[in-house]
Every structure is written in structure tokens, then in C-alpha cells.
């Protein structure tokens, strides 16, 4: 057999344990019989200053409001499960995790997936990888005017999400729109707003059997951002007001999760 041939092969087993590993994840977190696992590992993504304190600080009540917002939204569709996740706060991680293709190529970025689900195994330190724990690399950065943070992310394929946070405890509460966001991105929901932000509508709207011009005081949390009575697009203050929609929650798998149980007679 040629080299070229050989390493075919490889890359193929590799991306075949990878699939297996997904479809098996997947299948655990999205039964929704227990508890999410998440971890939630703080990098200091711009090596400044507030952003060490701010990991310093952090604790994993900071997180509480994601579990309340699961709970309720979950709830609305026939799952009962309190908590609805558990937080484990890891300690920072001094390599920050690898960065996406720029431009998006379909090979690239498979092969940054890869990469990525291995960078994020070898900091597991753990000779087995965890099955069905969510890893959330938190990236905080010290809020400057005018600066944009990188895009977040959220990947089904290892249950792996990279969130870019602003390190000001006043900015608690929209990180966790951002966090809860991505989490739900590893569980198979999909974005609902379109280019510029906008939601879509009707699925990236609360209240979606409203009309679309109606303003709205909460937004859909994969849209995450609602027009408000001025008619502005913005991110509410919280995730007191954000909803899970029906779509987004067919995605998921609660709808489906919520009808297994109830025909198992429990
Ligand atoms: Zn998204």
C-alpha cells in the first residue's frame, strides 16, 4: 500500500470515531432524561488585566440564570428536570482554543473541527474523553468602545462551544444570552436571524403569532435580539427575556423527549 493511500485510510477512521462519537453524544444529551453536564472552562482572551479578575472572581452561580432560563423553557414543552443542567467550573485554561478558517472553506473547516475536538480532548486531561459533557470555553476580553468581539460558537460535533465575553460583571447577564445561546448551538439549534441581525420571522420571534411589526419586550434565543417599541434591534438585559421557541425546541429534541416519556407511562 502507497503512503498517500495509508494515510487516506487514516483520516478516514478518524472521521469515522469522530461521527460514531457525535451520534452517540448527541443521542445522551439529547434524550433529556438527566441533567445537561457542562463545563465551563475561562480563557483569558485578551490577556488584559480585567479579564484575569474577572476569571478570578467568576463562580459557578454565575451561571445560575442559563439553568433557571433551561428549566422554565424546557418546562413549556413537557420536560421536568430540576436543575436542568450542572455547571462545572474548570480551571482557566492558559491556551486558547483553536481559531476557525476565515474563509470558510468546506475542507478547512472540517479539518479545524478536528482539530479542534483534539485540542479540546488534550486539555480534558483525561485518558478517556468525557461523553455527553458540554465543554464551554468562555473567552473574556476587557470591554473597550467600539470593539466588536470575535463571533461566538457552538459546535453539535464534540459538544463543544467557544463564547467571546466581555470581562465587566455588569455584563453578567447578556454574556449568559450569549452563553445559553452557543450551549443550545451544541444541542442542534439553529440561528434565527438573518444578515444584520434582524430575526426571523416568525421563528426568531416571541410571541410568534403576533404580527411582525408588533414590537416585542422579549426575543426568540437563537435569534437573540428583539426590535423594541422605539423600532431599534437590540439584546435584551437579560435571559428573563428570552424564550425558547418551537422550533427551536423541536431542534433540540424536547418535544421529542417530552413524548417518549409520556408514552413509557411515566
Ligand atoms: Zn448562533
Redesign the pocket.
Known amino acids: 500500500m502507497t503512503f498517500r493511500r495509508i494515510r487516506i485510510l487514516l483520516l478516514l477512521g478518524v472521521l469515522a470515531a469522530a461521527a460514531g462519537m457525535t451520534w452517540l453524544e448527541q443521542s445522551m444529551v439529547r434524550g433529556w432524561r438527566a441533567p445537561l453536564a457542562v463545563a465551563v472552562i475561562p480563557v483569558n482572551g485578551d490577556g488584559s488585566v480585567p479579564a484575569a479578575e474577572t476569571i478570578r472572581a467568576l463562580q459557578a452561580a454565575d451561571f445560575d440564570d442559563i439553568n433557571a432560563f433551561l428549566e422554565r423553557e424546557t418546562a413549556r414543552y413537557g420536560v421536568k428536570q430540576s436543575p436542568a443542567m450542572q455547571v462545572a467550573l474548570l480551571p482557566e485554561s492558559k491556551q486558547k482554543p483553536p481559531a476557525p478558517p476565515r474563509d470558510g472553506s468546506v475542507l478547512k473547516t472540517v479539518f479545524w473541527s478536528l482539530k479542534l475536538r483534539w485540542w479540546v480532548y488534550r486539555q480534558s486531561d483525561a485518558w478517556l474523553p468525557q461523553l455527553g459533557t458540554i465543554k464551554l470555553f468562555v473567552l473574556y476580553h476587557a470591554p473597550q468602545d467600539g470593539l466588536a468581539l470575535e463571533h ?3 459546535l453539535q460535533k464534540g459538544l463543544i462551544g467557544v463564547v467571546h465575553a466581555f470581562a465587566d460583571p455588569r455584563q453578567t447577564r447578556q454574556n449568559n444570552i450569549v452563553i445559553a ?2 450551549l443550545l ?1 451544541t444541542l442542534g439549534a ?2 434565527k ?1 438573518a444578515a444584520g441581525g434582524m430575526p426571523v420571522y416568525p421563528q426568531g420571534y416571541a410571541e410568534p403569532e403576533l404580527p411582525q411589526h408588533l414590537p416585542r419586550r422579549e426575543a426568540e434565543i ?1 435569534a ?1 435580539r428583539l426590535v423594541n417599541a422605539a423600532g431599534r434591534l437590540v439584546m435584551p438585559p437579560s435571559l428573563e427575556q428570552c424564550v425558547m421557541g418551537a422550533m427551536t425546541a423541536h431542534e433540540i429534541n424536547v418535544d421529542e423527549g417530552f413524548r417518549r416519556r409520556f408514552a413509557s407511562g411515566r
Do not use: V
Open positions: 461566538s460558537l457552538g445561546h452557543e448551538h439553529t440561528d436571524y437563537m437573540g
